[in-house]
């Protein structure tokens, strides 16, 4: 059997590779964030870029919850922008966007069997922990490694059984 290797062109072109999850509130503060790139390896360049890339996804958006996939700098990025957060998530120019459009909705999917589907600032923070777990259960260094709704979820409760 072949071994696996990343960089391999075949192995990317299967794979959804993902460079950053982002989720911001309103006002493109930061609630949750996770850079699988060394582009923004400062908080400082993250805060920047996280700004720039609200700033530039409102001329983007047509209405409010509307998904919308669009190339910024050198990134694809699938966003969804409600009343309280946007949801930004990007891989490299390159590669496949519907991998991505089927990681972001399964993604969404998962939040909204965590949150419910009224994403508030309120309900992300207060789910938090369960929030960083599906994105490590889904994305392990970029590569999205698990995209089965049940057995995401299944895995998510459980753990929270275990912790209380």
Known sequence: MDDI????????DMA??????????????????????NDYNTLESQLDFELRLSKISSKYSVEKNDIDIFNYEKYNIICEISKEI?????????????????????????LFNLVGEDLSREKILSHYKE?????????????????????LYDRIKNSEKKQK
């Not at 290797?5 to 990317?12: L, S």
């Not at 590779?17 to 996770?34: A, G, P, Q, V």
């Not at 929030?131 to 057995?151: A, F, K, R, T």
């Open 5 to 12: 290797n990343i960089n391999d062109e075949n192995f990317t």
């Open 16 to 37: 959804c590779i993902i460079k950053f999850i982002l989720i911001l509130d309103n006002s493109s503060k930061r609630l949750y964030s996770i850079y699988y790139t």
């Open 86 to 110: 946007a949801i930004f998530i990007g891989q490299d120019e390159d590669d496949n966007e519907i991998l991505l459009s089927d990681f972001f909705s399964m993604f969404k999917t998962q």
């Open 131 to 151: 929030i960083v777990m599906l994105i490590d259960e889904m994305v392990v260094g970029g590569i999205v490694l698990n995209l089965d709704e049940h057995s």
